[in-house]
């Protein structure tokens, strides 16, 4: 399994990224898929979640500080999850990693322990 993640850098409070997680090795499309992200200099106990997807794209799943400002969404076609991150603020910045799960989509959580795959992350730095 192959799981690489890519558009993470630098940009200023108020601007946007757009994450991508390439995926390969697992049937996709199976796979409840997540973004979470821990930061620098943090052990991975302080990983937490930002966004979840149902393998249909029909459910997802935020964490209350960036709802409304991200959106998660795939392509079961190219294998590819996607995280735009708009209105960043300098608190965003963290390391993110892309991760699947081949259970279901668990409705109001996203928990960190369920992942089986990760990626090695995208770094995002926010400055105010």
């Known amino acids: 399994v192959q799981i690489v993640e890519s558009g993470g850098g630098s940009a200023q409070a108020g601007g946007s990224l757009r994450l991508s997680c390439s995926v390969s090795?697992?049937?996709?499309?199976?796979?409840?898929m997540g973004w979470f992200r821990q930061p620098l200099g943090k052990g991975r106990e302080s990983r937490e979640a930002?966004?979840?997807?149902?393998?249909?794209?029909?459910?997802?799943y935020y964490l209350d500080s960036v709802e409304g400002r991200f959106t998660i969404s795939r392509d079961n076609e190219k294998n590819v999850l996607y995280l735009q991150m708009n209105s960043l603020k300098p608190e965003d910045t963290a390391m993110y990693y892309c991760a699947a799960d081949i259970r279901p989509f668990l409705y109001g959580a996203c928990p960190v322990g369920n992942f089986d795959y990760w990626g090695q992350g995208t770094q995002v730095t926010v400055s105010s």
């Open positions: 090795g697992l049937p996709f499309h199976e796979y409840t």
């Open positions: 930002v966004s979840c997807i149902s393998y249909d794209s029909g459910s997802a």
